[in-house]
Structures are given as structure tokens and as C-alpha cells.
Nanobody, 120 residues
């Protein structure tokens, strides 16, 4: 059974930074593309960043240039470095596996997520 454990969220002022981590288990992590998603109340999960098994990355327009996704296959972990945060980045952030061609999740289940709140 695939499991994801997200961490690193918190309260940060506008312009600040946070680094999120997500530890995967139950899959051969190094073979999968994985992504960071975020969700605000009443909306679907939004894919904001993804990274392939060969470390090719892709970002949504809203975070490009501010967020950086990376992975450590030895630790089965994916990271999201978030800089220049603004109020619109406030959301619960989740990780999951992702299909590169259509951006859908491979695994239908979600972890508990980690809350990011950007506020002064």
C-alpha cells in the first residue's frame, strides 16, 4: 500500500520561504514521477510541481520561478522549496505519484497533507 507523509508546513509572512518534505513508502520510488499538489476549501487538488524519475521538472504558471521541486531517491523523499510566498499560496499541500502525460495521479489516495498559511 502506497503511503505519503507530508511535513514542513506552517505559518509564514508574505515574501517568506518554507521547505516541504514528503516521504513515500510502498512503491519503488525511484521509478515514479511524483508531484506536489495543493488544495483550498471547495476546490480540486491543483498540481503545482512535478518531477520525473530522471529529475526533469515541470511547474504550474502560478509557482514557476518561486518554487523548486527536488527528490532524493535514497530517502524515498520529494521536497518543495517555496520562496517569495504570497497569500494565494495558502493551501493544504499534498504529494502523490503522477502520470507525466496527463498529470493525473496514479494513486487515488491522499496523505494527510501539510498546511501552509501565508499571512502577516
Amino acid at each position: 500500500q502506497v503511503q505519503f507523509v507530508e511535513s514542513g508546513g506552517g505559518l509564514v509572512q508574505p515574501g517568506g520561504s518554507l521547505r516541504l518534505s514528503c516521504a513515500f513508502s510502498g512503491i519503488l520510488f525511484e521509478l515514479y514521477a511524483v508531484g506536489w499538489y495543493r488544495q483550498v476549501p471547495g476546490k480540486e487538488h491543483e498540481l503545482v510541481a512535478r518531477i520525473r524519475s530522471d529529475s526533469i521538472t515541470d511547474y504550474s504558471h502560478s509557482v514557476k520561478g518561486r518554487f523548486t521541486i527536488s527528490r532524493d531517491n535514497a530517502k524515498n523523499t520529494v521536497y518543495l522549496q517555496m520562496n517569495s510566498l504570497n497569500a494565494e499560496d495558502t493551501a493544504v499541500y499534498y504529494c502523490n505519484t503522477v502520470r507525466w502525460n496527463d498529470k493525473t495521479t496514479i494513486n487515488p489516495d491522499w496523505g494527510q497533507g501539510t498546511q501552509v498559511t501565508v499571512s502577516s
